[in-house]
């Protein structure tokens, strides 16, 4: 990735995000402008839309809150969905089964990088983050 590619947007730079911890941004997806988050988990970044696979909605009441206070899932603030944090997998709530809407991730010389996805829509085959 060149960090110089229009379609790479900065988020943040990778220390500022501790481990558990996310970053809302708006992209560009699809021509619309979209509320997205990133997120830190296990040394690795992750980015998704902010959208319930349920209904369509953001995931987080207190703002960029989405972590369960256990810290290992991403959850649903209407009605409690949990998502996997690394693929974005839904494993528990009435959206069982589906994946958050993924961004690729990128980082250069410390700062994470995101980006619509260019290569899937239908997210049946996640693919793993990247470290910080
Ligand atoms: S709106 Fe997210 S679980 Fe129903």
Redesign the pocket.
Known sequence: MSANSHDWIPIANARDVPERSTRKFVANIDGNEEECFLVHYEGRFYAYVNR????P?T?DWVENRFFTADGRYLQ?A????RYLPDTGECVA???CGKFLRRLDVAVVDGVVYARASQTETDQTHPTGGVYG
């Open positions: 319930c696979c349920h209904v909605i995931l649903c209407t009605q409690g969905a709530g009435p959206p």
